[in-house]
């Protein structure tokens, strides 16, 4: 009989993976409105793209 070991690791929540995510998108959208160049299509849908992954 095999025993799961007491010790082993758990990976993050889901939720804590969303949290982690929505800092990292609210970064990445600082950069684009930063930026001094208009944004792009294609930025926006990375944009879009990111924001369906994480929520």
């Known amino acids: ?3 799961k070991a007491p010790h082993r690791m ?3 929540s889901a ?3 969303k949290r ?3 800092v990292e998108a609210e970064r990445r959208y600082q950069e684009m409105a930063d930026a ?3 944004l ?3 930025g926006i ?3 879009n793209r990111r924001r369906e ?3």
């Open 53 to 55: 992954w994480g929520g």
């Open 40 to 42: 792009t299509n294609a």
């Open 36 to 38: 001094s160049k208009p």
């Open 20 to 22: 982690i995510h929505d």
């Open 45 to 47: 849908v990375e944009w």
């Open 1 to 3: 009989m095999i025993e």
């Open 15 to 17: 939720e804590d993976v």
């Open 10 to 12: 758990q990976g993050p």
